[in-house]
T-cell receptor, first 116, second 112 residues
Framework: KQEVTQIPAALSVPEGENLVLNCSFT??????LQWFRQDPGKGLTSLLL???SQREQTSGRLNASLDKSSGRSTLYIAASQPGDSATYLC???????????????WGLGTSLAVNP | SQTIHQWPATLVQPVGSPLSLECTVE??????LYWYRQAAGRGLQLLFY??????ISSEVPQNLSASRPQDRQFILSSKKLLLSDSGFYLC???????????FGNGTRLTVT
């Protein structure tokens, strides 16, 4: 059974620091992996999606990597800003037939605070 | 560009009352549609998903139901709310399993 873990649950850093958020999964047979951001009381915003055949994806100051063999993905945030403060969630889509056989398994997220 | 609208943003309902939450997507056709519930410390729970009009799959047995009367409209309903139905409900859409999942702003439901 696929399990997705995000450690640490909370992180506080000073502004300007480069930081890495971690996402671990137990079953390497995945279809893709997504990173999301959630501001308090709001919906989730899709940040990056990495297909199983890819090793990394980049968007602005964000870079997500995927290592299926080790069951790990990292989200790298360069030059962090107070506006980056939010909860970051990763979700793994499992292999399977099209439709809900390719289930999304969610981590509980890392709550990030970037202090000015 | 595609947008997703979900309403209302907040809702307070007494136990035993009915529920209707609505979600619409613009700028795409035949999207996959999802209803999730998010509880503190428990992550996101998939409630329903739909790959087309009238095609609804339920993930969790409960007193909730979903309908998709139009291609880009997804409705979450209940005939009689329970206290345990309180939570943050999120609608989402995607073009397929290989595409990103996009969420609405959510509905905070409090059952009293």
């Amino acid at each position: 059974k696929q399990e997705v873990t995000q450690i640490p649950a909370a992180l506080s850093v000073p502004e300007g620091e480069n930081l890495v958020l971690n996402c671990s999964f137990t079953d390497s047979a995945i279809y893709n992996l997504q990173w999301f951001r959630q501001d308090p009381g709001k919906g989730l915003t899709s940040l990056l999606l990495i297909q199983s055949s890819q090793r990394e994806q980049t968007s602005g100051r964000l870079n997500a990597s995927l290592d299926k063999s080790s069951g790990r993905s990292t989200l790298y945030i360069a030059a962090s800003q107070p506006g980056d403060s939010a909860t970051y969630l990763c979700a793994v889509r499992q292999l399977g037939y099209a439709g809900n056989n390719r289930k999304l398994i969610w981590g509980l997220g890392t709550s990030l605070a970037v202090n000015p | 560009s595609q947008t997703i609208h979900q309403w209302p943003a907040t809702l307070v309902q007494p136990v035993g009352s009915p529920l209707s939450l609505e979600c619409t997507v613009e700028g795409t056709s035949n999207p996959n549609l999802y209803w999730y519930r998010q509880a503190a410390g428990r992550g996101l729970q998939l409630l329903f998903y739909s790959v087309g009009i009238g095609q609804i799959s339920s993930e969790v047995p409960q007193n909730l139901s979903a309908s998709r009367p139009q291609d880009r409209q997804f409705i979450l309903s209940s005939k009689k709310l329970l206290l345990s139905d309180s939570g943050f409900y999120l609608c989402a859409w995607s073009e397929g399993d290989g595409s990103p999942l996009h969420f609405g702003n959510g509905t905070r439901l409090t059952v009293t």
